[in-house]
């Protein structure tokens, strides 16, 4: 018995073309024009892919541990994981040996050793797209940090400047700053500098005394 799986990601509850109703509506049907012997359909509801630490994937485990299913039933390989570790995981405990895997929109069926080496192809070139990304992203980030503009939250010493862009010193918090730092370089410990600041009257940006966690931030 093949059992079928749907999710949407934590930050999009319904992704474009990939809603729950539109995963479960192609499932059936490619079980059907296959004949596929389909089981229950599991959800997994605004969960992220980065892990296989999902109820409704922790639950498709334990049956294919148990023997209760011959395999999974997904739209897209996405679906089911977002890292190639965690797909080389599933394949080599159980979608290389009894298990089958099969995806409805790349094709692919683990039955086959094409279907094997295609899905690891697919999976590898995700991954790559997405470290790609994110190397641009921090890439553009860091150039942005080099000129001096607004990246994030605005670090403890400084202000946004006049254009809403560029950061400029804020001079009270620098005071403070040069304080910490001087205290935490003649030796003094964390709960130290917390209670000589308290004293001198230093405020955070919230308007409260400093407190271990802060300072340690701070530094």
């Not at 690891?120 to 070139?125: E, L, R, Y």
Request: with cysteine.
């Amino acid at each position: 018995m093949i059992i079928g799986y749907c999710r949407v990601s934590s930050d999009k509850q319904v992704d474009v073309g990939m809603s729950l109703e539109v995963q479960e509506f192609q499932i059936r049907k490619y079980a059907e024009l296959y004949e596929i012997r389909l089981g229950e359909i599991i959800v997994d509801a605004g969960e992220s892919a980065r892990s296989l630490k999902r109820p409704g994937m922790q639950r498709i485990i334990e049956l294919m541990d148990s023997g209760l299913c011959s395999g999974v039933l997904v739209v897209k390989l996405d679906r089911l994981t977002r890292s190639v570790k965690d797909l080389c995981h599933l394949l080599e405990r159980y979608f290389f040996k009894n298990k089958v895997l099969i995806s409805v929109q790349e094709k692919i069926d683990t039955n086959s050793a094409m279907g094997r080496m295609v899905m690891n192809v697919v999976m590898s070139i995700s991954q790559w797209e997405r470290e790609a990304t994110s190397e641009r992203t921090r890439a553009v980030l860091q150039h942005k940090k080099a000129k001096g503009e607004r990246v994030g939250n605005i670090a403890f010493g400084y202000k946004l400047a006049l254009d809403g862009v560029h950061l400029e010193e804020h001079l009270r918090e620098q005071e403070i700053f040069k304080a910490v730092t001087l205290m935490r370089k003649s030796g003094m410990t964390l709960n130290e500098i917390s209670k000589d600041v308290r004293l001198r009257g230093y405020q955070s940006r919230n308007g409260k005394p400093f407190g271990i966690s802060s300072i340690h931030a701070m530094l």
